[in-house]
C-alpha cells in the first residue's frame, strides 16, 4: 500500500486528507495515510481531519527515512509557497515523490496530460488536450478548457474557469469564480482575482481584477 504525507497541516492540507480517504474509498488507489508535514513546531502533535501533524520535514524524515513507497502533496495553497516546497522536498528528501491525487467524481476527457503532483479536486472537469504541468492544484468544482495549458506550481480556487486554448503560466493564483476567455495568456506569478472576467492577456506579476477585468503590474505602477 503506497503511503501518502501532506506537505501542510491548514486548511487545504486537511482537504487534501479528505480527497485521499474518498480515492482510498473507491479502491482506486488505496492510501496509508501518514499525517502532515508542518514546518510549525507548535502544531506537532496536534491531530487535524484525524491524522496528526509529524513535524517539519527533518523529523519527518528522520521517523519515515526507513519506509519504502512513501509520497507527498502540497496541502499549501499559495504558487510561491507550492515552488519552494516541492524545491525543498526535491533536495532533502529526494526518496519522497510527488503524488497525483484525482477525486472520483472529477469528469477528464482523453489525452489530457496530467504532471507528478498535480491535484484535480471534487467536481471538476478537464477538456480534451489540456495540460497540467508539476504540482498544479485544482480545487473543487473548477473548469479547464480543452487545449489550455497550466503552468508549474499554479493554483485554481473553487469555481474558476479556464476557457479553451488558454495558457496560464507558472505559479498563477486563479481566484474563486474567476473566468479566463478562450485563447487568453497569465503570464508567470500573475494573480487572478475572485470573480474577475479575464478578456485579454495578462501580463507577469500582475494582478487582474473586476468585470470586465482590468491588471495592475506592481513593477510599472501603471494599471
Request: aromatic share 6%; net charge neutral; hydrophobic share 45%.
Amino acid at each position: 500500500m503506497p503511503r501518502l504525507v501532506v506537505y501542510g497541516a491548514g486548511g487545504y492540507g486537511q482537504e487534501l486528507v479528505w480527497l485521499a480517504d474518498d480515492i482510498t474509498a473507491t479502491g482506486c488507489t488505496a492510501w496509508e495515510m501518514l499525517g502532515y508535514i508542518d514546518d510549525d513546531p507548535a502544531l506537532r502533535g496536534e491531530e487535524r481531519y484525524g491524522r496528526p501533524v509529524i513535524g517539519a520535514l527533518d523529523e519527518f524524515a528522520k521517523d519515515a527515512g526507513s519506509l519504502t513507497d512513501v509520497y507527498f502533496v502540497i496541502g499549501v495553497g499559495r504558487p510561491s509557497l507550492r515552488r519552494q516546497i516541492a524545491e525543498t522536498v526535491a533536495r532533502q528528501t529526494p526518496w519522497l515523490a510527488p503524488a497525483t491525487l484525482v477525486h472520483p467524481s472529477a469528469i477528464i476527457a482523453r489525452h489530457v496530460t496530467l504532471h507528478e503532483g498535480c491535484i484535480v479536486g471534487a467536481g471538476c472537469v478537464i477538456g480534451p488536450y489540456a495540460e497540467l504541468r508539476q504540482h498544479v492544484a485544482l480545487n473543487v468544482h473548477v473548469g479547464v478548457g480543452h487545449h489550455a495549458t497550466i503552468g508549474s506550481f499554479s493554483m485554481l480556487l473553487p469555481g474558476a474557469r479556464i476557457s479553451g486554448s488558454c495558457s496560464i503560466g507558472d505559479a498563477v493564483a486563479i481566484g474563486s469564480n474567476a473566468v479566463v476567455t478562450p485563447g487568453v495568456s497569465v503570464g508567470n506569478n500573475a494573480t487572478v482575482a475572485a470573480g474577475a472576467l479575464v478578456l485579454r492577456n495578462v501580463a507577469e506579476h500582475a494582478t487582474a481584477f473586476g468585470n470586465p477585468a482590468r491588471s495592475f503590474n506592481p513593477r510599472s505602477k501603471k494599471p
